[in-house]
């Protein structure tokens, strides 16, 4: 397959639509109709649904990976890294919230190979909070937890993100990423009262 | 339609169903199968596939309406009860983690008044939370923050545990629900370094 300006048209109309109404409940034919193209001229791009799925989400990965090594490459203490971490995965999500609300909640209708790729990403990816919080734990900058509970909770919490946000909504995206941001280093943070 | 223990057998089977594969990969031949029946005797308890989610997602909304106005009812502080609320939503979802989950993730597929009604319950319910945090916000128990976000992050958060949670699992579910108890009340609380 090539990456050429069709494919991408094609990619962006399929993630819209996955997003809107799921993958398995869009066809081809929607993509082709959103396109306002006929499905079958779709088949010269594209050589199955599963494909364009694959390609949008290992897309997403790397924007996700390649963002979040970044944020992580400072040198910080551990709650300034994790504020980091956060506004980096915000960033991702708000930048293209279709292609990254396929990658949160439609990976799991790939199959085979590409299913077990993306899940060792995903786990990966998830270590680098995982890692992250366990060290901020050992030099007691964050509170005593289970590093991968606490994973969990953040990023279920920032993937939600890519369900509601909209571009024309009451926050802008970097308000938003304030908020969480304050919200996720003080969950990780000793209250001493 | 009659509230009868094989009504009830056919909404446990489909929640599970739902929750494994989604709303829309999932037929009414699908359900009967599970139960080891055959798709025209389904029919004599269910007039439809919607009806079942229907039933499903009413119950979850007054399971967790009526978990957590019992959590808020105790006259205790913010802190305190935000605590009791995370502690019994959690508890909502780990004693039917199927059903809850379809709560969160299925609803959408719902038409018409029934997902209207849906709508203003999920949103009646998550005032809770904001109402809270905005009340603990006044008295200074909690940090400045926006309460929708506030909300929003904590359900996001929250909401998760119904896709990973596994009676199974490592954790148990008190012990999960002590972690993100924690978080949660944490990720409100004003730190003072």
């Given at each position: 397959m090539l990456d050429t300006p069709r494919r991408r048209e094609i990619?962006?109309?399929a993630s819209a639509l996955f997003r809107e109404r799921g993958y398995v409940a869009t066809s081809v034919r929607d993509i082709a109709h959103a396109l306002d193209i006929r499905g079958p001229s779709l088949y010269a791009h594209v050589t199955s649904k599963e494909d364009v799925l694959w390609a949008i989400v290992d897309r997403a990965a790397s924007r996700f990976e390649r963002t979040a090594d970044r944020a992580l490459a400072a040198d910080a203490?551990?709650?300034d890294r994790l504020a980091a971490l956060v506004?980096?995965?915000?960033?991702?999500?708000t930048a293209d919230p279709g292609e990254a609300s396929v990658f949160v909640a439609e990976w799991r209708h790939l199959s085979g190979d590409r299913r077990?790729?993306?899940?060792e990403r995903r786990d990966a990816y998830e270590r680098r909070f995982r890692d992250l919080i366990a060290d901020g734990m050992a030099d007691g900058t964050f509170a005593l937890?289970?590093?991968a509970v606490a994973a969990t909770f953040l990023l279920s919490?920032?993937?939600g993100i890519a369900g509601w946000y909209r571009p024309e909504g009451r926050l802008a995206?970097?308000?938003?990423?304030d908020h969480f941001?304050?919200?996720?280093?003080?969950?990780?943070?000793?209250?001493?009262?």
């Open positions: 990619e962006d109309a203490d551990p709650a506004a980096a995965h915000i960033s991702v999500i077990q790729a993306i899940l937890t289970d590093p919490a920032l993937n995206a970097d308000r938003i990423a941001v304050d919200l996720a280093v003080r969950a990780l943070t000793e209250v001493h009262r």
